[in-house]
C-alpha cells in the first residue's frame, strides 16, 4: 500500500507577519517543502529550516507562472517523497484561495491534509484602515465577492450585491472596477454609497482611497496591488 507525507494547508495572513497564527508558523519550520504564492510576506519564508525546498508558484494578475492543474499535481508529487509539505497561500486558504480545489485533488489522490486557517484580507485590511465591517446603524451583513470568475460560471446576482444596509468586500476587483460600479448603481445602489479602495493592505505601505461609488473606477485605475474594494456606509466611519 502507497504511503504518503502531509499536505499542510497554510494560510499566511494578509502581508502584516504578526498577524501569522502560531500554528502556520509550527508548521512551516517543520515543513520540507513549501509551495507558496506570490501575495505571501517574504519574511515569512525566513523560519523555513536550512534544507527546506521552497517552490515559488504564484499568480499575476493576467499570468499564471504554474498553471492550477500543475500545483494541484506538485502537491501530489511531494507527498510521496516528503513527510511535510506546506502549501503556503495568502489570507486563508478557503476564501478565494483555491484552497478547496487543491484540496480536493489531495483527496483523491489518497494524501492526508490538514488545513490551518488564516486572517482573511477583508477583515484584516479594513481593520486596519479604521472601518468597521458591520455597524448597528448602517451595515447588519457583509458579503465577500470575488471581481474575477470562471467563464462558465453564474454571473452575480446584482440585486442582491446591491441592496442597501450591507457592506461588500470585493477581493481581485481592481480592473472590473467600473463594471462594478455601473451594475451596483444600475441595481439600485446610490451612486453617493462610501467606496474605499485599500492597497497593500497591513502592510507598511498601506493606502487607502475614499470616495463615493460613483467614482470607483477612478479610484481603483492606479491602485497598487494587491487592492480590497470595500462598498457601503461603514466606509464613512
Known amino acids: 500500500m502507497k504511503t504518503f507525507g502531509k499536505v499542510w494547508l497554510v494560510g499566511a495572513g494578509p502581508g502584516d507577519i504578526s498577524l501569522l497564527t502560531l500554528k502556520a508558523m509550527m508548521c512551516i519550520k517543520q515543513a520540507d517543502v513549501i509551495i507558496y504564492d506570490r501575495l505571501v510576506n517574504p519574511k515569512i519564508l525566513e523560519w523555513a529550516a536550512p534544507d527546506c525546498q521552497l517552490i ?48 480536493q485533488a489531495a483527496a483523491e489522490a489518497g494524501v492526508p491534509f490538514q488545513v490551518v486557517p488564516g486572517i482573511t484580507a477583508a477583515s484584516a485590511v479594513t481593520a486596519y484602515a479604521g472601518i468597521p465591517l458591520t455597524h448597528r446603524d448602517y451595515a447588519q451583513s457583509v458579503t465577500f465577492v470575488t471581481g474575477h470568475y470562471k467563464a462558465d460560471s453564474t454571473p452575480f446576482d446584482w440585486s442582491h450585491l446591491a441592496q442597501s444596509r450591507q457592506t461588500l468586500a470585493i477581493y481581485m476587483g481592481t480592473m472590473k472596477a467600473a463594471d462594478i460600479s455601473e451594475q451596483l448603481i444600475q441595481h439600485g445602489r446610490e451612486a453617493t454609497t462610501p467606496v474605499a479602495v485599500i492597497s497593500r493592505g497591513t502592510r507598511v505601505d498601506q493606502h487607502v482611497a475614499i470616495g463615493t461609488l460613483l467614482e470607483l473606477a477612478d479610484l481603483a485605475k492606479d491602485a497598487p496591488m494587491p487592492a480590497l474594494i470595500v462598498v457601503g456606509e461603514v466606509v464613512q466611519l
Open 56 to 103: 515559488n508558484v504564484g499568480k499575476n494578475p493576467g499570468f499564471h507562472c504554474v498553471p492550477q492543474d500543475e500545483i494541484n499535481a506538485l502537491l501530489v508529487q511531494y507527498a510521496q517523497t516528503h513527510h511535510n509539505i506546506v502549501r503556503l497561500k495568502g489570507g486563508d486558504p478557503f476564501i478565494f484561495g483555491r484552497g478547496g480545489e487543491e484540496l
